[in-house]
Each structure stands twice: as C-alpha cells, then as structure tokens.
C-alpha cells in the first residue's frame, strides 16, 4: 500500500473515493495514518459523518437507527449530555485508565458491544473488532448473529473475548447449550446472557429498505452499493458467511448451510430473552464470569444476582427494542445502588465520547461499552478504524480523568455530580 491508498480501497479508485467519500485517509505508515485520522475525524461526530458517506444508505440506517422513531436513540444522547460532573483541582497525578473485571486487568474500563449482523455494517467487522481487542487490551462481547463464530474470535484476541447469548429453546435448549459449551471450550471468559430483545421491535428504517433476512437486493439497494465502492469492495473480499455461529445446526455434516437456511432457522428458532429459571440453569452450566445484559430495573438486577450472576449490563439495547423504555443512564444509578456492592456493574446504550465514559464510571458503572462506535469507525476509516476508536476513547477518558482531578477511574465516584434526569427507581418502587 503506498502513502495516498486507503485500506480497503486498489489504487485506481483512491483519488474518486477521497473526493467523493470524504474519507480521512493518512500517509502508510501507521503514525502517519493516526495523525492525518486525529486532524480529520477528532470525535465519534466527526467519524459518523464520514461513515454515512461511505456507506450504502441502508447499512448506515441499519447501523444508526433505533425502533419506531428513534426516540430511544435521541433519548440515550439527551440523558448522557445532561450530566455534569464537577471537577476538583489540586492534584496533578497521572490518570491510569486500567481497570480490573472479573480478575483480569484491561488497559481501560471500555468495551466494544455486540451488534447482530455487525457485517452489514462493516464487511468482516467481527473479525475487525477482534483484532481491535486484542491490539487495544479491551474486552468485546461478540454474538450469537456475529459474522464469524466464537471459535475464530477467541483465537484472534483470546481471553479478551466474551459471548453473548440469544436463545434457541427447541429441543430443551439444546442448540443453546451447545454454544454456551462451544464459547467455554474456545476460551470466552464472560457469558452475557441477553434479555432485552424477547421479543423482535419494529425498525421502520429497516423495513422502508426491504431489510429483511434473508436480504434480497433490489434496484435501489443496488445503487446505493454503487455509490459506495469502499463498502462494496470490502464486501467482496470478505465473502463471510452471515450468523457464522449457526451453519453446523442447519446443514447436514460435510454440507455448508445455505444463507436461506440459516435466515430461515434464525427467524424460526432465536429469542432474546430468559426465563430466571434458565438463567439459574445456564448458571449452573457455565463455569466462568456471568453477566445478564439489558438490565433496566434494580429489581431486575437484584433477581439476575440471586439467579447467580456475577455481573450485571444496564442497557436499552442502545435504543433499538423499545421506544418508551427511559435512557439506561437515567437508571444505572438505582442499578448501582442496588447491587454494586454484590455484582460488577456494566454500562452501554449511548456511548460516543471517553466523557461518556466518564459519566458512566461517576454514576456507578465498572466500565462503558460502545457497539455503533466502534463500528462506525470501521465505515469511516476502513480496517483500522476500530483501533482508532479504541485510542481515541481511551485518550478521551485519560483527558477527563485529568480535568476532574482523578487518577483512577473508580475515583470518579467521589466526584458531586447532577444528573437531573436520573430515575428514583427501586424494587417494587417508581417516583
């Protein structure tokens, strides 16, 4: 690759792409390239901007929209930017962004969030992101629907992976069970069992393209792959099967399952939710870390603990199950309250700053995570882009940290802080 080709781009298109595309392409070299991203795409506003021009209007709709209007979307950015924290002066201390989950040390208490069809937004982003975690030292909970199985993800960033499970209930949760043993036996250290998607939402962006599994392209999908050649070359060379976890339940042995087939299985058989009955029994399956994601209620996270959890991840599926369900900033201090003291307590839903991070940590969370962040880094900016996302949060903490006056992230909770939007929640309990 010479100084003036992108990533994923041969050398005949780069001067159309860097004209059409806006994209933030830097020298070869990788100091050159991160200089000529921190000038380009400063902030996650910034990298989204560019994302949206280099991808097909329906893999960024898909990847930046919520359910019905989006208000679960709009709500989690309004609640996020409503806190404030107010910083204390007097100590100049270094700021150390390692944090510890689960008895293994990260380099930050950021991670990187699962997305369902992450290949739609970024072709071959579940082995992107991999990388990106083991690069970055940060913990990615890759999917049951991700675009390359657990298998492949644990050997690309080891005990760095985590597992999120949906539920396959025929045949007693025979099919669920197998994956929970696949994710032990590849090495995943956390299990996060979903329960924020029972049942499926109604994404109108989604259906106005016809986005629908199986994906059947028509004229006007055609077109807008045409009018992005950087997605749809990288498309091209990926060639990677979509829910890779799934083919060996569909086809006979010695016989690859067809996309059709393992669409068809997926819209029969999935469900994103559990009973606290099974929780309890996949807790007595699972030998390692437990975290149940979707957490909205303290109530809730007070049963995920007695159910065995070890972890808790408060989340409204970052706005894309249910309209009227409030920002998961707004409760995660009722969570935190209720069992931080029993349980680690993880924070998504909104995230797109290291200052988000920051608000998270100050209201009670042990880390943030960000799934549309890091993928939208890939749009924007091609292989590399989640390792860039990955430095710019971390550096963006590390510059808050700095200006309340902390060294650690755990300090942050000492801060005074006004978060008038916050939930007075408690068990059995609304104000």
Same mark, same amino acid.
Request: net charge positive; glycine share 10%.
């Given at each position: ?168 209930? &025929? +045949? !007693?949760?025979? @099919? ?8 032990? %036996? =590849?090495? /995943?250290?956390?299990? $996060? ?115 065995? &959890? +070890? !972890?808790?991840? @408060? ?8 309209? %009227? =369900?409030? /920002?998961?900033?707004? $409760? ?100």
């Amino acid at each position: 690759m010479n100084a003036e080709t992108p990533d994923d781009t041969p050398r005949g298109l780069t001067v159309r792409l860097r004209r059409r595309q806006g994209a933030a392409w830097g020298p070869g070299s990788g100091v050159g390239r991160e200089a000529t991203w921190k000038r380009r795409l400063p902030s996650l506003a910034d990298i989204e901007h560019a994302a949206r021009r280099r991808l097909p209007r329906f893999a960024y709709d898909f990847l930046a929209g919520g359910t019905g209007d989006d208000l679960g979307v709009r709500r989690n950015r309004a609640a996020l930017d409503a806190v404030e924290i107010v910083p204390r002066y007097g100590e100049l201390s270094a700021a150390d962004t390692t944090t510890s989950l689960f008895g293994r040390r990260y380099a930050a208490p950021i991670g990187i969030s699962p997305a369902g069809l992450d290949g739609l937004a970024w072709p071959d982003a579940t082995r992107l992101l991999a990388d990106t975690a083991h690069a970055a030292d940060l913990p990615y909970i890759t999917g049951t629907l991700a675009s390359a199985s657990i298998e492949e993800v644990a050997r690309r960033c080891g005990d760095r992976a985590w597992f999120q499970l949906y539920g396959i209930p &025929a +045949d !007693g949760h025979k @099919v669920t069970f197998d994956l929970v043993s696949r994710a032990e %036996a =590849a090495g /995943a250290t956390t299990l $996060v069992v979903a329960v924020d998607a029972p049942v499926r939402s109604k994404r109108p962006r989604d259906l106005r393209h016809g986005l629908v599994v199986p994906f059947r392209p028509t004229l006007t999908t055609a077109l807008q792959v045409a009018g992005a050649p950087a997605w749809a070359l990288a498309a091209l060379r990926s060639r990677v099967p979509v829910f890779a976890n799934m083919g060996r339940y569909v086809a006979p042995p010695g016989r690859p399952a067809t996309l059709d087939e393992v669409a068809g299985f997926v819209q029969r058989e999935l469900r994103g939710g559990f009973t606290w009955d099974e929780i309890a029994e996949l807790r007595q399956r699972w030998p390692r870390a437990l975290v149940i994601k979707g957490i909205l209620h303290p109530a809730d996270a007070e049963r995920a603990v007695r159910a065995g &959890a +070890d !972890g808790v991840l @408060v989340s409204n599926h970052g706005g894309r199950q249910s309209d %009227a =369900a409030p /920002a998961a900033i707004d $409760v995660l201090p009722a969570v935190a309250r209720a069992v931080g003291g029993d349980a680690t307590v993880l924070f998504d839903s909104g995230v797109r700053s290291g200052l988000d991070v920051s608000r998270a940590i100050a209201l009670g969370a042990d880390a943030a995570f960000s799934g549309r962040g890091f993928l939208l880094g890939l749009a924007a900016a091609g292989r590399r882009g989640g390792d860039y996302v990955a430095a710019l949060l971390t550096d963006e903490l590390r510059t808050a940290m700095g200006q309340f006056g902390v060294d650690r992230p755990e300090r942050l909770r000492t801060l005074d802080i006004r978060h008038a939007t916050a939930w007075n929640v408690e068990p059995g309990l609304i104000i």
